[in-house]
């Protein structure tokens, strides 16, 4: 049996480890009650630790499928989202994560997967923590302080990430960061669907 | 030439390739060398008997280089790499800039139909 | 002195005829800023095998007299006074305690009170009465000086005509539904006719009374229109009737229920107007209230009715019941009020049960994106109470009566389904407008796109499973992947489609889209949706419509 969205999802991550470098490793599986798909990511520098460890994102299977032979994308809301660290259920290090893991979003439109890739890239790189994000958007949790403390170690934080994973330049700016996805995107699920 | 052969759903595998080889004739010699990392890139064990055999559905099946910003360059599976221009040129810009090529490849097998 | 604190285990019967609640009420009002009181009279007696004292109050004596805001002296006039109206009007009668009010305050025994009960060694009721917070303490004092916890009823003088001519059955239920606790009372009114009298009813009725017997009505929603609905139904001789509401009466909204009154204050709106169905009814009836949600009891449970009567205050809810009718067959009308341009509305939207189009063609479906708006017959503020309901009256009455015609058989188009738009007279008058419009809907126009209509075949019966929810979900994907044979790893229940606003919509935690996989362990959302409820099935080459009973079975 096909698994569409399993494969969907398993494409998204490439594209994820594609950008944020290949020194990120991913895998993808199941929750235990089936309705939700989980991406593993492996070798991320951790906030606060020495050591690389795991960031998980979570989101609803039906975010990707497949019907009678095209993709379909489901936006999801933010409260259908978790980003976890070290081990399911413990909160992402993230200034615009809260407490239970779901990511606080902002208002663009999250209508496409190429919205959604792009996000997570931004989210794991900490890219869309900005001076107004924490100032006028204010922060999800005090995990990293809050305000201009918040956008300073999460400034830090991203270099770090930057520097440790060795990302393609292409991250730093979201038209760019948006086209390359969308490409890679639109290429994987055409050979998908091809190879049906 | 050192390349990255990836699968559709994203797995990597590093090998060493001659560009003048067609991808049919790369991707055999892949599987003949490790049939096991091979195996991914293939749909079904037919598709894998069909290639062996010089044979594969080359509108469903995919070889293709990705640029930098992320488009790609359709490979004809019986060429040599070298004798496509496109294709030719793309990879010595990825040279240029000291980065290793990636291939997004996919083989289906031909099935009765119509 | 000893303390006021109940120390029998006895409690005290106090029987208070319902003229000294209305005498209380008028002492205790009359002046809520100053305390006063009154004497009780009555009588006193000790059962002897027992040892319960029980305590009649046949009146209340009280004179236009107040005390400061938060004192009162019975003083000894007063008192003689009381004595002497006792002599002379309560022959049989005495003395038995008294009340007061505590003006502004609660209502508690002070330490003063408890000095004055402290004085006399009889057997005595005291009460004390907030005018403000409408709250009461009472406490019988026996000779001996023990306190007793009293339990009050009132007393209310019967019609000796129609004392033993009904019986009324109650059976109290209380079930598990969806995680939430779920309350229903069940009342069988049986009352006796002789043939003539029989007779005379069927002289007064387009179809006698025995025609609609076993037809089940459900109406739901008990409030303004809802009782109305009901009073129309009880009275027309309706034998079967279900109420659900998932509120509470309170105290705004009673003024409007024409059916209850204020012994209904807080509590579920669908328990009590049920019980005043079978109080107030002519005939012999059934009638049930479900306190819960319409939407926790699924689809499934409209089932079992001839008819679905809707007099609800939201959009959604209209629209679940709806489709909900349209998936069983089940003749469906919906009604209501509003402001609409300025003016008081109403309209009457009826379908049969094969109506060739639903609600959302006739209406649009806006109400997914207002699905928290509600709109009620306590909105209408532009309006005076007797407009309001006049003509709730209106509306009721025209959807009963054809909803009575549904029933009978005798509504002449049964494949059209029908809007009526009805404008408040006086409002209608006064802008040249119709008082009522009638729309008609025969078909659905070619090329039309509805939700409900693209995926109900009415050639095909909709097949059925049973599920255990307690076990692992993998256990249902066998089950609808052997029925609908696409061998994919996941089929989709699209709870939108199927109304499951409880799950789909709520707040926290909704849940649009239900995975039903090959690899699904136990899923704890299937807990919340309804026991029996119909859903699109979604696969990856086709769309299914599949029953699914969930069970709790081993």
């Known amino acids: 049996m096909r698994d569409y969205s399993m494969d969907l999802a398993k494409v998204a991550a490439a594209i994820v480890v594609d950008v944020m470098g290949s020194d990120l490793t991913a895998t993808t599986h199941y929750s235990s009650d089936g309705n939700n798909i989980i991406m593993e990511f492996n070798g991320y520098p951790l906030y606060g630790q020495r050591q690389k460890g795991k960031v998980f994102v979570q989101f609803p299977r039906s975010t990707f499928y497949v019907r009678k032979g095209n993709v379909y994308f489901t936006p999801l809301q933010q409260s259908q989202c978790r980003y976890y660290q070290d081990q399911m259920g413990n909160q992402f290090v993230h200034p615009h994560i809260y407490n239970d893991g779901h990511p606080c979003w902002d ?84 050979i998908l669907t091809q190879a049906a | 030439m050192k390349v990255t052969i990836e699968t559709v759903t994203g797995v990597t595998m590093n090998r060493e390739i001659d560009t003048s080889e067609s991808p049919m004739g790369i991707i055999r010699k892949f599987y003949e060398d490790d049939a096991t ?35 790609s360059i359709r490979a004809n599976w019986r060429e040599p790499l070298c004798n496509q221009p496109a294709i030719k040129e793309e990879l010595s810009k990825i040279e240029a800039e000291g980065q290793i090529p990636t291939f997004v490849v996919s083989v289906s097998s031909i099935v009765a139909g119509y | 002195m000893r ?37 009780f009279i009555g009588n006193v007696s000790k059962d002897e095998v027992t040892g319960r004292y029980n305590v009649h109050i046949h009146d209340l004596y009280h004179e236009e007299l107040s005390g400061t805001a938060s004192s009162f002296e019975f003083s000894t006039d007063y008192t003689m006074n009381a004595v002497k109206y006792v002599k002379r009007n309560c022959k049989g009668y005495h003395i038995v305690g008294n009340i007061h009010s505590h003006a502004q305050f609660q209502a508690f025994f002070s330490g003063v009170d408890k000095e004055m009960m402290a004085q006399s060694r009889d057997n005595s009721f005291y009460m004390v009465v907030s005018p403000k917070h409408g709250t009461w303490v009472g406490i019988f004092k026996d000779i001996d000086f023990e306190f007793h916890e009293c339990e009050l009823k009132i007393a209310v003088k019967p019609n000796p005509n129609v004392l033993f001519n009904k019986t009324i059955k109650r059976v109290d239920k209380e079930v598990a539904l969806n995680g939430k606790r779920c309350h229903s009372s069940s009342f069988r009114t049986s009352r006796f006719y002789s043939e003539t009298q029989q007779r005379e009813f069927d002289k007064r009725f387009l179809h006698s009374i025995t025609e609609l017997k076993g037809k089940k009505v459900l109406i739901v929603g008990a ?26 009466y309170q105290y705004w909204n009673l003024p409007r229920s024409s ?11 669908a328990l009590e107007l049920a019980k005043a169905v079978a109080e107030k009814s002519s005939f012999s ?51 209501g009020t509003g402001i609409v341009d300025g003016d008081f509305t109403g309209n009457i939207l009826a379908f049969p049960s094969d109506s060739p189009v639903d609600l959302e063609y006739v209406w649009g479906n806006g109400y997914r994106e207002k699905l928290k708006e509600r709109r009620s017959c306590s909105d209408i503020a532009e309006e005076t109470q007797a407009q309001v309901m006049g003509f709730s009256s209106q509306i009721a009455g025209m959807t009963m009566d054809v909803a009575l015609k549904y029933l009978l058989g005798k509504f002449k188009e049964k494949t059209v389904a029908m809007k009526y738009i009805l404008n408040a007279v006086g409002n209608g008058i006064i802008r040249d407008k119709a008082a009522l419009r009638p729309f008609k809907y025969g078909k659905l126009p070619v090329g039309t796109k509805s939700e409900l209509f693209s ?100």
């Open chain 1, 107 to 190: 208002g663009s439109s999250r209508e496409r997967p190429t919205d959604f890739i792009a996000n997570i890239i931004e989210t794991l790189s900490l890219l869309n923590v900005t001076k107004d994000s924490v100032t006028v958007g204010l922060c999800a949790s005090g995990i990293m302080g809050v305000k201009l403390e918040a956008l300073e170690n999460a400034q830090r934080q991203q270099k770090r990430v930057l520097e440790s994973l060795k990302c393609k330049p292409i991250i730093k700016e979201r038209r760019k960061l948006e086209n390359y996805v969308s490409k890679r995107w639109c290429n994987k699920i055409t």
């Open chain 2, 37 to 71: 990392a091979a195996s991914q890139i293939f749909s079904n064990q037919r598709a894998i008997d069909q290639l062996m055999e010089g044979n594969m559905d080359e509108a469903k099946s995919a070889f293709e280089l990705i640029n930098v910003e992320g488009e």
């Open chain 3, 3 to 39: 303390e006021v604190n109940p120390s029998s285990t006895m409690p005290a019967h106090v029987f208070m005829d319902k003229a000294v609640v209305q005498k209380i009420n008028e002492l205790i009002h009359r002046d809520p800023y100053k305390e006063c009181g009154g004497f």
């Open chain 3, 223 to 248: 409030g303004t229109i809802g009782n109305l609905l009901a009073e129309y139904a009880m009275n027309s001789g309706i034998s079967d009737l279900c109420i659900v509401d998932m509120d509470t």
């Open chain 3, 259 to 269: 059916m209850v009154g204020e012994d209904s204050l807080g509590k579920p709106k």
């Open chain 3, 285 to 335: 009836i059934e009638v049930t209230g479900i306190n819960a949600d319409i939407c926790d009891l699924g689809w499934g449970f409209l089932k079992q009715f001839d008819i679905v009567l809707s007099p609800v205050d939201s959009a959604a809810i209209r629209q679940y019941i709806d489709r909900g009718c349209r998936i069983y067959h089940i003749p469906h009308i919906t009604c």
């Open chain 3, 455 to 554: 995926m109900l075949d009415s050639d095909r019966e909709i097949p059925s499973v049973t599920f255990d929810r307690r076990k692992p979900k993998h256990e249902l994907w066998e089950m609808l992947n052997e029925m609908f044979q696409e061998q994919i790893p996941s089929y989709r229940l699209n709870l939108e489609w199927s109304l499951n606003i409880p799950v789909a919509y709520r707040s926290i935690g909704a849940c649009a889209v239900l995975e039903v996989a090959v690899n699904s362990g136990v899923d704890p959302t299937l807990m919340d949706l309804p026991p029996r409820h119909i859903y699109l099935v979604e696969g990856e080459e086709n769309d299914y419509l599949l029953e699914i009973i969930f069970t709790e079975e081993t």
